[in-house]
Nanobody, 124 residues
């Protein structure tokens, strides 16, 4: 069992930056593949970025590639999402997800463990 808690969301102007954190508790988190998803109001949850249990490789949605960076510190049981050059269309609730064994890192249904989400709002 893994419990995930996101933090770091908030209100930022377009062009600004935020760093989200996903703190995990439970054993063997450093064996879990971890991802960030987001869900805007009235839309389906969508993939943002993922990182393998070892820290490499990483994967990104086309919409965030070059602006967002996912990383992890297994000693701290924490995964990060550095978000730069934020746009109003990045406004959403951001969720951290983890799974031990996975076939498709991009798929919502592949993940069994989810955090409660953190709101990111980007004003224009």
């Amino acid at each position: 069992q893994v419990q995930l808690v996101e933090s770091g969301g908030g209100l930022v102007q377009a062009g600004g930056s935020l760093r989200l954190s996903c703190a995990a508790s439970g054993r063997s988190f450093n064996s879990y593949h971890t991802a960030w998803f987001r869900q805007a109001l009235g839309k389906e949850r969508e993939f943002v970025a993922a990182i393998s249990w070892s820290g490499s490789p990483t994967y990104y949605a086309d919409s965030v590639k070059g602006r967002f960076t996912i990383s992890r510190d297994n000693a701290k049981n924490t995964v990060y999402l550095q978000m730069n050059s934020l746009k109003p269309e990045d406004t959403a609730v951001y969720y951290c997800a983890a799974q031990l064994r996975i076939r498709n890192l991009y798929a919502v249904h592949e993940y069994n463990y989810w955090g409660q989400g953190t709101q990111v709002t980007v004003s224009s």
